[in-house]
């Protein structure tokens, strides 16, 4: 199977280069014929687009048995963009391309004898999920006794061990199937089955293997028994999943029903509770003013004692300064008589 994969990787590497190179004569081909093997074929037949040869519509009808592509193609030849090309360049091209068709011969040689040999060691598993992955699974397993030693776990990851392991490592959602991926039971299941089905048919490959493995003769029709079974559970995966989508719909046209309900009944309570908040403030409102009407009433009171008592204050204060004044002069006048009464007295010492 390596060397299979590997003949079809150097045939696609090999039909892009020839489909760049050619592109310069004849670029439309290429948009025309997409498939490489057809596109290849078709080069063999046209080769330069101006020399073309006059049963070039039945041999291209022949390659791709489609008369509306071939007039395209005949078509797009005589008011092509592409540039003149050489001799010497339609010859290496033309090497190329029967290169391309050897390996596709080879390829299609190697598939038959894949096909033959599966059917000869383990016929059950091949007719169960098919050649190619009975073949797939058997050269990642080792051999056949490794893959019949297998749980029916491991046969289901079995061919993406890396992203199992890059999982783990990130702690995300582990993979559910590997290589099994491709038969056509899970290629064709829903999304909500596949990991059932997967594990379903991981155990019933199991079960094939051992049959072909640890049997001197293999049983025949064991592995169509199994196929049936397989497509038996895959109609009942279908069937149940069709009535859960059933269930699903009517559960959410009941939650749609009742989320509108509840949504109407908290409306209408919103609606009580803002009449509710607009009344209390109303209420406030009012008690705010009866409250700032005492309120300044009580002001204008302090503010009438407070002027009353600075203007007995200050009525004190005039007295006190007056008092102080009388009592200066007093004082004063009792003086100035003090000294006259001392002039006089020397007057009359000296006379």
């Given amino acids: 199977m390596s060397l299979n994969d590997a003949l079809e990787k150097d045939i696609n590497t090999l039909a892009t280069r020839l489909r760049k190179w050619y592109s310069f004569h004849f670029p439309e081909l290429s948009k025309i014929v997409p498939q490489n093997v057809s596109f290849v074929k078709c080069f063999k ?21 489609d008369s509306d592509k071939v007039q395209e193609i005949l078509d797009a030849a005589h008011c092509s963009m592409g540039m003149d090309v050489a001799a010497c360049d339609i010859e290496n091209i ?13 390829h299609q040689d190697l598939a038959e004898y894949v096909k033959f040999k599966t059917h000869k060691v383990a016929p059950n598993t091949a007719s169960l999920i098919g050649e190619n992955i009975t073949a797939r699974l058997i050269t990642q397993a080792g051999s056949l006794t490794n893959l019949a030693k297998m749980p029916a776990s491991t046969v289901q990851i079995l061919g993406a061990d890396k992203a199992l392991f890059r999982a783990v490592k990130r702690k995300g959602s582990t993979l559910k199937y590997g ?34 493995c640890f049997s001197e003769i293999p049983p025949d029709g064991f592995g169509c ?10 109609n009942f995966c279908e069937r149940s999943s069709f009535k859960d989508l059933k269930m699903n719909n009517s559960s959410i046209k009941k939650k749609e029903t009742k989320s509108e309900q509840n949504s109407k009944e908290k409306e209408n309570a919103l609606d009580i509770d803002v009449i509710a908040e ?32 600075k203007s007995r ?25 003090i000294l006259k009464k001392r002039k006089v007295a020397k007057n009359d010492l000296k006379s």
């Fill in 45 to 65: 037949i046209i080769k330069n687009r101006k020399d073309m040869p006059e049963d070039i519509e039945e041999q291209l009808k022949n390659v791709l048995m």
């Fill in 225 to 234: 028994e199994l196929k049936k079974q397989v497509e038996d559970r895959f």
């Fill in 94 to 106: 033309e090497k190329l391309a029967d290169r391309i068709l050897s390996l596709i011969k080879r």
């Fill in 179 to 212: 290589l099994i991926e491709v038969s056509p039971f899970i290629g064709s299941a829903d999304k909500i089955n596949k990991s059932r089905l997967s594990r379903f048919l991981a155990n019933k490959c199991s079960l094939a293997a051992r049959a072909d």
């Fill in 313 to 337: 204050i200050v009525k004190k204060g005039f007295a006190e300064q007056n008092l102080t004044e009388n009592s200066l002069n007093d004082e004063n006048l009792a003086t100035c008589r």
């Fill in 278 to 309: 607009q009344n209390l403030i109303a209420e406030n409102q009012s008690k705010n003013q009866s409250l700032n009407s005492d309120d300044t009433d009580l002001e204008k009171e302090q503010i009438g004692d407070n002027a009353k008592k």
